[in-house]
């Protein structure tokens, strides 16, 4: 099994960054994809971003630009740095990852951006 364990969410004003982590522990081998999800009051899980098998990064058309998915494949981490936080970006944050058969979720983190 794999657990998968976020940090860095918070609440933050209009226009500041945050960077989210999420780090994978246990049987972690064999994981080919991770990435995070999001879900809105009101609106339905998106994905955000993510990494496949070792690709170029993938990313919602409302964040180009401004987020950044990196992974670290030595610490089985996976990071997306927030940079000009919009009151839209307002969520849930929910960590995956992937591998045949399985995928593993984090316990989400709170994302608020408020003036």
């Known amino acids: 099994q794999v657990q998968l364990v976020e940090s860095g969410g918070g609440l933050v004003q209009p226009g500041g960054s945050l960077r989210l982590s999420c780090t994978a522990s246990g049987s972690s081998f064999n994981i080919n994809a991770m990435g995070w999800y999001r879900q809105a009051p009101g609106k339905e899980r998106e994905l955000v971003a993510d990494?496949?098998?070792?690709?170029?990064?993938n990313y919602v058309d409302s964040v180009k630009g401004r987020f950044t998915i990196s992974r670290d494949n030595a610490k089985n981490t996976v990071y997306l740095q927030m940079n000009s936080l919009k009151p839209e970006d307002t969520a849930v944050y929910y960590c995956?990852?992937?591998?045949?058969?399985?995928?593993?979720w984090g316990q989400g983190t709170q994302v608020t951006v408020s003036s």
């Open positions: 990494i496949v098998n070792g690709n170029s990064a």
């Open positions: 995956y990852a992937g591998r045949w058969g399985a995928t593993y």
